[in-house]
C-alpha cells in the first residue's frame, strides 16, 4: 500500500514517518524498509531531502539534557547510540520529538521499543539516493543550504530550560525526576552517585562549556514523579 506523498517537505517528511509507524508498529526493521520502498518510488531528489531534513532534525536535537535522558533510558549512552537515539526519536512522530526537546521528562510517557534506537533511518536517505544515481549523497551536500533547512525546521522547535547542561546522576534525578522514577531504582541511582557520578568525560572542552554556560533546569517537585 502507497502513500499519497509525492514529495519530501518538512511536513511531509513527520507524514511518512507516521505512515511508516501506523503501517509496522513498533517493527523498526519493517518501517525502514516501507520507508526505503516509498523513497524509490519518489526518485533521487526526494530521497536526498528525506536525509538532509533527517539530518536537520537529529542534529536539532543535539542536547545534552536529551541525552541526559537517553541515558538513563538505555542504561548508559555512547556517542553512537545517542545518535541511534536521536533517530529513534523522530521516528516516534512530530509531537513526541518536539515534545522531548520542551520536556525530556516527557519521554517516561513513551513505550521504549527495538532498544531505543533506530540506526537505518541514519541513512536511509543516502543509500536510497545512491542506489538511484550511482552517486554519494555528500557530492551533493550544500553547507548554506542545510543551515538554512535547519533554521526553518528550527521554528517549531521549543527548546526547554536546562536542555542544554550536562546533568551528573545526582543533578538527573532533580531534571528528570519521572525517567529516574522509571527507570533507576533510588538504590541504583544512590549507587551511580556514590561510585562514578559524573556520566560526562570532564575533560571534555564540550561539556567543560557547557557547564559553565548552560542553564540547569529549575528543580521540580519529587511528588510530580509519577
Request: glycine content about 8%; overall charge negative; proline content about 4%.
Amino acid at each position: 500500500m502507497s502513500s499519497d506523498i509525492t514529495e519530501i517537505n518538512k511536513d511531509t517528511f513527520w507524514d511518512l514517518l507516521a505512515q511508516a509507524k501506523a503501517r509496522c508498529g513498533q517493527d523498526l526493521e519493517a518501517s525502514a524498509e516501507w520507508i526505503k520502498g516509498q523513497l524509490l518510488a519518489l526518485g533521487p531528489e526526494q530521497a536526498l531531502n528525506f536525509d538532509n531534513i533527517m539530518h536537520g532534525y537529529s542534529s536539532l536535537a543535539y542536547k545534552f539534557g536529551l541525552w541526559t535522558a537517553a541515558s538513563i533510558i538505555l542504561d548508559g549512552c555512547s556517542d553512537d547510540s545517542f545518535n541511534y537515539f536521536r533517530n529513534w526519536l523522530i521516528a516516534q512522530g512530530k509531537d513526541v520529538y518536539l515534545a522531548a526537546l520542551k520536556d525530556p521528562d516527557s519521554l517516561a510517557d513513551v513505550p521504549v521499543y527495538g532498544g531505543g534506537r533506530f540506526e537505518p533511518l541514519d541513512y536511509l536517505g543516502a543509500s536510497v539516493y545512491e542506489r538511484l544515481t550511482g552517486k554519494d549523497v555528500y557530492d551533493r551536500f550544500d553547507q548554506s543550504a542545510y543551515e538554512k533547512l535547519k533554521r526553518e525546521l528550527a521554528q517549531d522547535i521549543q527548546y526547554g530550560e536546562g536542555i542544554d547542561y550536562p546533568y551528573k546522576w545526582s543533578e538527573a534525578a532533580e531534571y528528570l525526576p519521572r525517567l529516574c522514577g522509571k527507570y533507576v531504582p533510588p538504590q541504583a541511582l544512590a549507587r551511580l552517585i556514590q561510585n562514578h557520578d559524573d556520566t560526562w568525560n570532564p575533560t571534555c572542552q564540550e561539556v567543560q562549556q557547557a557547564r559553565k554556560n548552560a542553564v540547569k533546569g529549575k528543580k521540580k517537585n519529587r511528588g510530580d514523579a509519577r
